[in-house]
């Protein structure tokens, strides 16, 4: 059965750093584009960055330039790392990849940023 698990979130100040991973059982990244979205509270989920099962990467406008997704794919392991953290960044942060028209999500990570 494939499942992703998020893992790495936390409480962290504003300005702070934070690295999230997402291990892959039963499906690889190496075969599949894989997304990072992320949900505030009372807002819907939104992108945050894709990697291309090649390894390019884009970003979503507010990601660009603090922060970097990438994958392992020896370990199928995305991470997505988080610089220069604002509260505005606060949310559950989500794995996701799309096979064959089906949406495959993990439980997410929490991510908390104070002021």
């Known amino acids: 059965q494939v499942q992703l698990v998020e893992s790495g979130g936390g409480l962290v100040q504003a300005g702070g750093s934070l690295r999230l991973s997402c291990t892959a059982s039963y499906i690889s990244f190496s075969l599949n584009t894989m997304n990072w979205y992320r949900q505030a509270p009372g807002n819907q989920r939104e992108l945050v960055a894709t990697?291309?099962?090649?390894?390019?990467?884009s970003y979503s406008e507010f990601a660009q330039g603090r922060f970097t997704a990438s994958k392992d794919d020896n370990k199928n392991t995305a991470y997505l790392q988080m610089s220069n953290l604002e509260p505005d960044d606060t949310g559950v942060y989500y794995c996701?990849?799309?096979?064959?028209?089906?949406?495959?999500w993990g439980k997410g990570t929490l991510v908390t940023v104070s002021a």
């Open positions: 990697v291309r099962r090649g390894g390019r990467t």
């Open positions: 996701h990849i799309m096979r064959n028209d089906v949406n495959y």
